[in-house]
């Protein structure tokens, strides 16, 4: 089995030798290099950028992250990039199993049993070890049986005679009776979903612990068929009070069946495939933690899509669709959020800020705030960009106001100071009520 390379946003990968392989630079081998060509034409094809071609041997990944495994068998596993230097593996690990337990919504107890600070495997092992240790725990509390019905011709009667049926039965075989009746067995599309997750876990789990366990619950889901139709059993899967036990398992079933969409890009051969867009990450775990950390009587509203950028006859066209709304004593707060590392002593690049982003929060604030209020970009916060260093508001007019701010995700509390400061009155607010 190949070593798996292990990279981060990014990187570059070529086919040639790299003396000193490194998280930005890696060697991979021609198959891989041409299946990974294949892979960014299917990518593009639906919208989404997964790597550049830099020159006729380099590849250079974009702003996904997760890992891949290739049909000869060598995996990648693309970490972010938090640090601009010096990044750690296992900070970055860390890091990313963070933000994906915040995108799948784990409950207090799930993040708990998910040991973020202490699993340090590689993302395919985290996530099929979140996924025996959900099974286990479903395997205490009880799987859910169903009654299914069953038609059939016996020598005996029972359950139900087929009266129809049996009436059409030639004299040669009177004998035989045509019956229905139910059986109560586990058979149903919630438990035929975990059957065959567990299957390609128990087939792919390289860790020992992982391993054992996942051909430990094989064992007890032996005599359960898998599912023949994943995409249908996941429609069919429900939801109701009976079966709240099994709503910690589904997103970790979606993610290893390749049904987490758009999070997950589904990959196509024998092992755990799955990439993140970390924008998206980024986005979902900044949203969750705003909303718990809300002041009383405050709001968050996200991907608001009630405004357009203009009209064109009696048509409205192009769509303004901001990441977050904030609503506290009757002022709005449009927040937008970008993964990218600042550089907030680098005046003379405009510390690495885009200007088709400043664009869009223009429109954002006049279409959602009527030209006047306060505009807030969200940036990840790192070494050369932190409270320490902030960045000088941006104003576009004297009622229109631009902040960029950093949020530490490795704070616990950054979501209730980045709260604090959004409370302070805007100095397009200060200058209005002059």
Same mark, same amino acid.
């Given at each position: 089995?190949?070593?798996?390379?292990?990279?981060?946003?990014?990187?570059?990968?070529?086919?040639?030798?790299?003396?000193?392989?490194?998280?930005?630079?890696?060697?991979?081998?021609?198959?891989?290099?041409?299946?990974?060509?294949?892979?960014?034409?299917?990518?593009?094809?639906?919208?989404?950028?997964?790597?550049?071609?830099?020159?006729?041997?380099?590849?250079?990944?974009?702003?996904?992250? !997760?890992?891949? %495994?290739?049909?000869?068998?060598?995996?990648?596993?693309?970490?972010?990039?938090?640090?601009?230097?010096?990044?750690?593996?296992?900070?970055?690990?860390?890091?990313?199993?963070?933000? +994906?337990?915040?995108?799948?919504?784990?409950?207090?107890?799930?993040?708990?049993?998910?040991?973020?600070?202490?699993?340090?495997?590689?993302?395919?092992?985290? =996530?099929?070890?979140?996924?025996?240790? %959900?099974?286990?725990?479903?395997?205490?509390?009880?799987?859910?049986?169903?009654?299914?019905?069953? %038609?059939?011709?016996?020598?005996?009667?029972?359950?139900?005679?087929?009266? =129809?049926?049996?009436?059409?039965?030639? /004299?040669?075989?009177?004998?035989?009776?045509?019956?229905?009746?139910?059986?109560?067995?586990?058979?149903?599309?919630?438990?035929?979903?975990?059957?065959?997750?567990?299957?390609?876990?128990?087939?792919?789990?390289?860790?020992?612990?992982?391993?054992?366990?996942?051909?430990?619950?094989?064992?007890?889901?032996?005599?359960?068929?898998?599912?023949?139709? =994943?995409?249908?059993?996941?429609?069919?899967?429900?939801?109701?009070?009976?079966?709240?036990?099994?709503?910690?398992?589904?997103?970790?079933?979606?993610? +290893?069946?390749?049904?987490?969409?758009?999070?997950?890009?589904?990959?196509?051969?024998? !092992?755990?495939?799955?990439?993140?867009?970390?924008?998206?990450?980024?986005?979902?775990?900044?949203?969750?933690?705003?909303?718990?950390?809300?002041?009383?009587?405050?709001?968050?509203?996200?991907? =608001?899509?009630?405004?357009?950028?203009?009209?064109? !006859?009696?048509?409205?066209?192009?769509?303004?669709? /901001?990441?977050?709304?904030?609503?506290?004593?009757?002022?709005? +707060?449009?927040?937008?959020?970008?993964?990218?590392?600042?550089?907030?002593?680098?005046?003379?690049?405009?510390?690495?800020?885009?200007?088709?982003?400043?664009?869009?929060?223009?429109?954002?604030?006049?279409?959602?705030?009527?030209?006047? !209020?306060?505009?807030?970009?969200?940036?990840?916060?790192?070494?050369?960009?932190?409270?320490?260093?902030?960045?000088?508001?941006?104003?576009?007019?004297?009622?229109?106001?631009?902040?960029?701010? /950093?949020?530490?995700?490795?704070?616990?509390?950054?979501?209730?100071?980045?709260?604090?400061?959004?409370?302070? /009155?805007?100095?397009?607010? +200060?200058?209005?009520?002059?």
């Amino acid at each position: 089995m190949q070593a798996p390379i292990i990279v981060r946003e990014y990187a570059r990968l070529t086919t040639s030798e790299v003396p000193h392989p490194t998280l930005d630079e890696a060697q991979v081998s021609e198959t891989a290099f041409d299946w990974l060509c294949e892979l960014a034409g299917r990518f593009r094809a639906s919208g989404a950028s997964l790597l550049q071609v830099d020159g006729r041997r380099w590849l250079k990944l974009d702003n996904f992250v !997760g890992v891949l %495994e290739s049909p000869c068998g060598q995996v990648i596993e693309v970490l972010p990039k938090h640090r601009n230097e010096g990044d750690c593996v296992l900070e970055a690990r860390r890091l990313m199993q963070k933000l +994906i337990s915040s995108a799948l919504q784990m409950s207090a107890r799930q993040t708990e049993v998910a040991s973020l600070e202490l699993y340090d495997a590689p993302l395919a092992e985290w =996530v099929m070890q979140q996924f025996l240790s %959900e099974l286990d725990y479903l395997f205490k509390r009880g799987l859910r049986f169903d009654y299914l019905r069953i %038609e059939e011709e016996q020598r005996y009667l029972r359950g139900q005679l087929d009266v =129809v049926k049996q009436m059409r039965q030639p /004299p040669g075989r009177a004998h035989f009776f045509q019956i229905r009746h139910d059986v109560f067995l586990p058979d149903r599309p919630e438990n035929r979903l975990l059957k065959s997750a567990l299957a390609l876990v128990a087939r792919t789990a390289q860790q020992a612990e992982n391993w054992r366990l996942a051909h430990e619950l094989m064992g007890l889901l032996h005599d359960l068929p898998a599912s023949r139709d =994943v995409e249908q059993d996941f429609r069919l899967w429900r939801n109701d009070r009976l079966m709240a036990h099994y709503q910690g398992i589904k997103p970790w079933c979606e993610l +290893i069946l390749h049904q987490q969409m758009p999070l997950a890009v589904a990959g196509e051969y024998r !092992g755990i495939s799955m990439l993140f867009p970390m924008e998206k990450l980024f986005e979902s775990y900044v949203e969750q933690q705003l909303r718990m950390a809300l002041p009383k009587g405050a709001s968050l509203r996200s991907q =608001v899509q009630s405004e357009y950028l203009c009209n064109h !006859g009696s048509e409205r066209i192009f769509q303004l669709k /901001p990441d977050l709304l904030l609503n506290h004593a009757g002022q709005t +707060i449009v927040l937008d959020t970008k993964w990218k590392l600042l550089d907030a002593a680098d005046r003379s690049n405009k510390y690495g800020l885009s200007q088709a982003d400043f664009y869009q929060l223009y429109a954002y604030g006049h279409k959602y705030l009527g030209g006047s !209020g306060e505009l807030v970009l969200i940036y990840p916060a790192w070494a050369k960009f932190d409270a320490s260093q902030p960045i000088a508001d941006f104003k576009f007019d004297a009622k229109m106001n631009l902040r960029v701010l /950093p949020f530490d995700l490795d704070d616990a509390e950054a979501a209730k100071k980045l709260i604090a400061q959004l409370m302070k /009155p805007s100095n397009a607010t +200060i200058a209005e009520a002059a």
